[in-house]
């Protein structure tokens, strides 16, 4: 037995160079217990398939990839989704999802993230849920009432304890917090009421510090205005879904599975990861829309959308303020959107256009650089 | 044709016409604000002056000495009295003002600075935008320049086109003479090329006046002349600065004269761009705001969008298209009528010389037209002088003739939204008015026959002709570059077909079995298999090639525990053996996926097509011989049914009002992430969701298996469990933005319910099956929904289509080169190798590069689930 494995394995050196990995893989993995001359037969035959089944040079592989993308755009659902029954959030599905994605915009409409805690942590439900309780972002409106003294100019801050012990805060931390992010000193703590005297001459600054004392955030992470506890589909245990996003500060905690924290928001993935994972997280969401939609659409095309919207090192939409608006080609943009704008920027700064791309060759009546148009015959001597 | 030279352009240059280049481009100074005399013929030196150009019949250039036709056009001039400022520039202007001395021209920075910065510039000859912005923000701030010493006032820029420095207005005069002092060297620091685009350019002295050609006057019915929007334009600009002159010469007081100057400004403003911020446009007489020069280019109308990147053809044709199984799925039927129309050319070679010869003599049909002599000069072919012709005619010459059978062309419907949406087919003339296309490439072109109107354009030249022959012919696109699965196949009827022809028991006798053989075109007649008789898989095995080998299970494939394979008894695994179907049923998953998919795949796409071909008539024809037709009387359900189904929703409304009363009462428990009556709301919609569907499987179960809905929509044909239900058990809940139906009146959605009622006919739940027809409300609420579904329809259309539009724009220029990588038009890298091992989408077997076992082919999810309300019958 121990022989057969050594010779397959100097049997498959040779594909390992040829075919990619997970072809190879695979085959080992299904080529198990055959004899070294039928895995050198499959063998060949996957490597002169694989070989036929190239991509042809000059294929005009981002149009074929738009298209895939777009073409079903016109089946797709605008409905935002609620699952049903449980708890769960609503999720913007189909098209405005994956405009939202394309677009890069700077906050999804549903900004979600998946938080999911290390092994010892993850079986145990209740642990989960107190997890899930300290990351929400509560501020002061759910702990207090509110009352202003405007004759004496005073604030009252009224703490309902219940809450605070739901919570799991204790009265003379919420003091200090609160003190602290106002940068006052409460005038005197009365059982749960605080009094804060501000000195403001005027009644709209005291309004104003109002305010500030409600937006007071007493604990949880900034921005996560919601944690729901769900049951890890494989049944392992559980994990945190919010409302609200993120990335930086939950990466800090302690008890995460670092690598499991997924948040659905693009432009925040690049912040705190860098462009490699952006470019990750726009295949893993628009191929999530596209999956749920019931879609087929092959990953490759999925995958060079992402790195047309990756490729210069810092993620930009499609359209006019990404992708299309910083082509080289003044016609191409010029026939894209912003029309003068485009033209009269070009004549102050002497551009030139090289006439490299689709649309300016078709815009002076000339071939494309793309399929056929990219082969020239030339003659010898 | 032959023999030409053909010239590319390499590049194209853009930047600000001088003053200088201006004049030497004029062919003549306007200076008459006015057009015509009385006796219509154009004013010399006035804005239709015969040196720039012809629009009317019979006049000569005085230019270049062409005639309408022949003369391009030429430009003139005006000399402006007084500079005015280029609105585009305006921006420019603004911050160069703000950047440079006052006094001295030079950029505000130290010497220093500006030396560091110079260093970098790139080879583009330009600063990186963000070191450039840099320069700018620094410089606007310095106040004494660095250079003279001079202190520096600050610039106002009053929207749109005022300037002030401090207090003092600066007239477009004073900001020519300081954009002058700015050195060349400054600038580059800037984002200006000083070669292509000096500042001071930028504040005209003397206007461009485009050719007539480009603004030509129409005549109206009423021999009325109408002059173009731009030449409007230009008499008054002509006309303010002719009253400017008189006035300046005339002495009149400054406040006078900064008057007119402003007007003129404001007229030379609104012919650039009529739709400046802050500028009210100059209107026509009849209010309607002038096109001007920005106007003409941009938007979806513009020069750009629709003349440039948009081109206009001939040899093409238009009408409705109608179906026809009995063509094959790469030819076109094409109305003699149009046939007639179109023409192909053919050169003359010593080989066709007398076959050409042939077409001309013609003078019936399949005729030449045209001749076109080698000099490129082309004549009509009449009984006059075909004689002549015939003796003329030489290799060289080339001939137009008719379009005909065999004939190359595309075929394409709007919108085209992936490449399949054109493809390449060959010519069928057939009588009738519409375009006669086979069945299986309606999905393509998401094409139906509800009055859908398809292009054809007729290909004329040889390269053209292999082109598209190699790359877009009908059967080369069989499989999708989107999903590596097939997206040409027959559907509907065929799949129906393919399960009526090769389910258990179906045989035929030796004289249908002919026919129906001889209708899918094969010659060869099997040897009966069941007696004397030929079983429906012994026929459907004639259009399989001989040495084709498959085994998967097929869409009635009941997920049983074990798998008996062949012997199944729902005859749902699909056995083939040296081209004889053994076991199994053929539908959906036979004729649109894996068998197709194989047979392209193995035996190419010539196999393929004949497959589609021949399966389509093969399975039509054994259709019309069993029979299959639906009626109202199919959707019945029996009494037992009917019984259960009501149990059913009695169920469903007792636990719905129970939760109602829970809510009410105070009892209900909140969910997570939930109000109280969101809550409730979920666990309605939940309860009646369920309803819905068991009602479904009750009416589902009830129906025989023979019933021929039930067969459409378990074979893949048409039509999902959903609409069966809806049918005949029952429609079930309404949903107005995803929740029950709750607009209306004040707490209440129709006026004879109680306020605040939350039942289930209350909000909209549909308990009637369209068999038994809906209540008074029920219909009302069915319609509500409806309505909204078609909205969406609407706007998703619009969106999706932006979205693509994008998409294609952001992507085009991206291409697979020669050395495996994927790059833009710069040549720099998108991806080192395309989709990270190479692989063609389109050669993939579905997601994978390579496939290594045999696996049931999944079919894309039931679309029909979510877009049940789109299949209205939309007329185009």
Redesign the interface.
């Known amino acids: 037995m121990k022989v057969m494995i050594t010779t397959n394995a100097t049997l498959f050196k040779k594909y390992r160079d040829k075919l990619p990995e997970s072809i190879v893989e695979e085959l080992e993995e299904k080529t198990k217990g055959m004899n070294a001359k039928d895995i050198k037969r499959i063998a060949e035959q996957v490597l002169a398939e694989y070989i036929a089944n190239q991509i042809q040079p000059g294929e005009a592989v981002g149009t074929i990839a738009a298209q895939s993308i777009g073409e079903p755009g016109t089946q797709m659902t605008m409905r935002t989704f609620h699952y049903a029954g449980v708890a769960e959030l609503a999720v913007p599905q189909g098209l405005p999802r994956l405009i939202e994605i394309v677009d890069l915009r700077r906050k999804p409409s549903m900004p979600i993230m998946e938080i999911h805690l290390e092994p010892e942590l993850r079986a145990d439900k209740e642990r989960v849920i107190e997890f899930a309780e300290k990351i929400e972002d509560v501020s002061l409106t759910e702990f207090a009432t509110i009352e202003e003294n405007f004759e004496d100019k005073e604030i009252n801050v009224i703490l309902k304890e219940d809450v605070l012990v739901e919570h799991g805060i204790k009265l003379e931390d919420a003091v200090r917090k609160l003190e602290k992010e106002v940068r006052r000193k409460a005038k005197k703590v009365e059982g749960n009421t605080i009094i804060f005297k501000p000195g403001f001459a005027t009644l709209s600054s005291l309004r104003r510090f109002t305010e500030r004392i409600l937006e007071t955030r007493l604990c949880g992470i900034k921005d996560i205005k919601k944690a729901v506890v769900l049951q890890e589909p494989d049944g392992s245990g559980w994990f945190i879904k919010t409302d609200g996003t993120n990335l930086k500060d939950i990466l800090k905690l302690d008890g995460i599975d670092a690598s499991r924290v997924i948040s659905n928001d693009i432009r925040e993935i690049y912040e705190t990861l860098g462009v490699e994972a952006a470019r990750n997280a726009i295949i893993k969401e628009a191929k999530e829309v596209l999956d749920t939609q019931g879609l087929k659409v092959n990953p490759r095309h999925v995958m060079l959308v992402a790195d047309v919207m990756c490729y210069k090192g810092e993620p930009e939409p499609i359209g006019r303020q990404g992708i299309s608006g910083s082509k080289s080609s003044v016609l191409a943009r010029a026939a894209f959107e912003e029309t003068v704008k485009h033209l009269h920027t070009a004549s102050i700064r002497g551009h030139e256009d090289k006439l490299k791309g689709v649309t300016e060759n078709i815009i002076v009546g000339q071939p494309v650089p793309v399929g056929t148009g990219r082969v020239k015959l030339g003659m010898k001597g | 044709m032959k023999g030409e030279t053909t010239k ?9 016409l001088d003053p200088d280049t201006i004049r030497k481009m004029s062919q003549i100074r306007v200076v008459i604000p006015d057009t015509y005399d009385e006796d219509g013929y154009p004013i010399e030196g006035g804005l239709m002056d015969l040196h720039m150009g012809v629009i009317d019949p019979g006049l000569r250039c005085k230019t270049c000495g062409g005639r309408m036709a022949t003369c391009p056009g030429h430009f003139g001039h005006i000399e402006l009295v007084r500079p005015v400022i280029h609105i ?2 305006i921006k ?1 202007i603004y911050s160069l003002l703000k950047t440079t001395c006052r006094s001295c021209g030079r950029l505000l920075l130290p010497t220093d600075q500006i030396q560091t910065y110079k260093k970098l510039i790139t080879e583009s ?2 600063l990186p935008e963000e070191q450039e912005l840099d320069v700018i923000s620094q410089a606007k701030k310095v106040s004494k320049c660095p250079h003279c010493g001079k202190k520096q006032e600050k610039i106002k820029l009053i929207k749109p086109m005022t300037f002030y420095e401090g207090e003092r207005r600066l007239l477009p005069s004073d900001i020519r003479r300081r954009m002058e002092l700015i050195p060349d060297k400054d600038l580059r620091l800037l ?3 000083p ?3 000096r500042p001071e350019w ?1 504040i005209l002295t003397v206007l461009p006046v485009p050719p007539v050609t480009a603004r030509p006057s129409i005549t109206l019915e009423t021999g009325e002349r109408s002059e173009d929007d731009l030449t409007h334009k230009l008499v008054d600009i002509l006309r303010i600065n002719q009253r400017l002159r008189d006035n300046i010469s005339a002495g009149a007081p400054q406040l006078i004269i900064e008057d007119l100057w402003d007007l003129l400004q404001y007229h030379v403003t609104t012919y650039f ?1 009529n739709e400046v911020s802050g500028i009210p446009p100059a209107r026509h007489r009849s209010g309607r705001p002038l096109k001007t020069l ?1 106007q003409r ?3 979806k109308e ?1 020069r ?2 629709y003349n ?2 948009g ?1 206009r053809v001939n040899f093409s044709a238009r009408t409705v298209i109608s179906p026809d199984p009995n063509i094959s799925i790469n030819e076109v039927g094409v109305p003699r009528e149009i046939a007639e129309e179109l023409t192909v050319p053919e050169e003359i070679t010593e080989w066709n010389i007398n076959h050409a010869k042939d077409y001309i003599k013609r003078t019936e049909y399949p005729r030449a037209i045209y001749l076109i002599r080698p000099d490129g000069r082309r004549k009509k072919i009449t009984d006059m002088n075909r004689e002549e012709i015939l003796q003329e005619l030489a290799p060289g010459y080339v001939i137009e003739r008719q379009l005909k059978d065999d004939d190359i062309v595309l075929f394409n419907r709007q919108p085209s ?3 399949v949406s054109m493809m390449c087919h060959l010519v069928k003339v057939l009588p009738g008015r519409t375009f006669r296309l086979h069945p299986a490439v309606c999905k393509p072109y998401n094409a139906d026959f509800d009055g859908d109107e398809m292009n054809m354009h007729v290909l004329q030249t040889e390269e053209a002709k292999a ?1 598209a022959l190699t ?1 877009m012919l009908v059967q080369n696109q069989i499989i999708s ?5 097939p997206i040409i196949k027959g559907d509907e009827d065929i799949v129906s077909g393919g399960y009526l022809l090769t389910k258990k028991g179906t045989a035929f006798d030796k004289r249908i079995a002919e026919k129906i053989l001889i209708k899918a075109g094969i010659k060869k007649m099997p040897s009966p298999d069941i007696g004397n008789n030929y079983s429906g898989k012994l026929l459907f095995s004639m259009l399989l090639p001989s040495t084709l080998n498959l085994e998967y299970r097929s869409l009635l494939c009941r997920d049983c525990e074990k798998c008996v394979g062949s012997k199944c008894p729902y005859d749902a695994y699909v056995k083939i053996k040296r081209g004889k179907l053994v076991s199994g049923v053929i539908d959906k998953v036979s004729l649109q996926g894996i068998l197709l998919d194989t047979i392209f795949r193995q035996y190419g796409p010539e196999e393929a097509k004949e497959f589609l071909n021949k399966s389509t008539r093969l399975l039509l024809a054994s259709t019309m011989h069993q029979g299959f037709s639906v009626s109202v009387e199919d959707t019945r359900i029996s009494k037992e049914a009917q019984q259960e189904i009501k149990a059913i929703i009695a169920d469903a409304r007792q636990e719905v009002n129970r939760i109602i009363k829970d809510y009410n009462e105070g009892r209900l428990k909140k ?4 109000t109280l009556r969101e809550t409730m709301e ?2 309605i ?2 309860i009646l ?1 369920k309803a819905r569907k068991d009602a479904g499987d009750v009416a589902a179960n009830y129906l025989s298996d023979y019933n021929p809905i039930i067969i459409m929509s378990r074979v893949g044909a048409r039509g999902s469990l959903l609409n069966v239900t809806q049918m005949s058990a029952m429609v079930g809940q309404q949903a107005v ?2 929740k029950r139906i709750m607009r209306g009146y004040r707490n209440k959605s129709l006026p004879y319910f109680k306020e605040g009622e939350m039942g289930i006919e209350a909000r909209g739940f549909v308990s009637s099956s369209f068999m038994e027809g809906l209540t008074p409300t029920e219909y009302f609420f069915h319609a509500m929904g409806g309505r909204e579904a078609l909205v ?1 329809k609407g ?3 619009a ?3 932006y ?2 539009r ?13 050395d495996g990588t ?1 790059r ?3 040549d ?4 080192y190798k ?8 389109m ?2 077997h ?2 994978y ?2 496939r ?2 045999t696996k049931t082919y999944v079919e ?4 029909d689930e ?2 049940i309300e789109d299949e209205g019958d939309d007329y185009d």
């Open positions: 590319k352009i390499d590049s194209i240059e853009f930047g600000i585009g520039y420019m000859g330009e984002g200006i090329d070669k292509k685009a930028a761009n920005a280019l941009k938007g513009g750009f969008r440039l990147s081109k939204l992936h490449r082109e790359l570059p989107r999903y590596g699965a969910l997570p992430g939930k979920d666990m919609m939940a969701g933005r995803g969406d706007i998703r259309t969106k999706s289509g979205m693509q994008r998409l294609v724009n952001a992507l085009q220029d991206i291409v697979a080169r020669k994927v833009d038009s710069d720099v890298i998108v991806q395309y989709g990270e091992d190479g692989t063609d989408p050669k993939c579905g997601d590069a390579v290594l076992e894309e999810k039931d679309r979510i877009n």
